[in-house]
């Protein structure tokens, strides 16, 4: 083999050696990168499900204090409608205001008002 080809295969050598530590550069750079993505996902992942977590903590919350308060109007008002029957009725047993007979047909009237059509 004559000098200039041993000379151009030696070159040759060095070209390939140069290309496969850049290939090999690369592929670390992209499994680096790869790996750092993952990385960063998951902890988005994570951050997402903690807020995900705080929100329904939240809602669930609010939900249970509106029922306390819906509850407690329920119960005012079931308290005010208790006080005004028992006004009523005190009035009836005082002789005040309707008579016991006049009352009869209207009371009927509320209590079937939603059995009739």
Not at 17 to 26: Q, S, T, Y
Not at 51 to 70: D, F, K, N, S
Not at 74 to 90: F, K, N, S, T, Y
Request: proline content about 3%; overall charge negative.
């Amino acid at each position: 083999m004559p000098a200039s080809e041993a000379m151009a295969t030696v070159g040759s050598l060095d070209e390939l050696k140069r290309v496969k530590d850049a290939e090999r550069e690369w592929d670390e750079r992209l499994a680096a990168a790869r790996a750092e993505a993952e990385a960063t996902g998951q902890r988005l992942r994570a951050e997402a499900d903690g807020r995900i977590g705080l929100a329904r903590t939240a809602a669930h919350q609010l939900r249970e204090a509106r029922v306390r308060e819906a509850q407690s109007a329920g119960d005012r008002e079931a308290e005010a409608i208790v006080a005004a029957g028992d006004a009523e009725a005190a009035n009836v047993l005082a002789g005040a205001g309707k008579r016991p007979k006049e009352l009869a047909e209207p009371l009927l009237d509320a209590i079937l008002a939603g059995f009739r059509s």
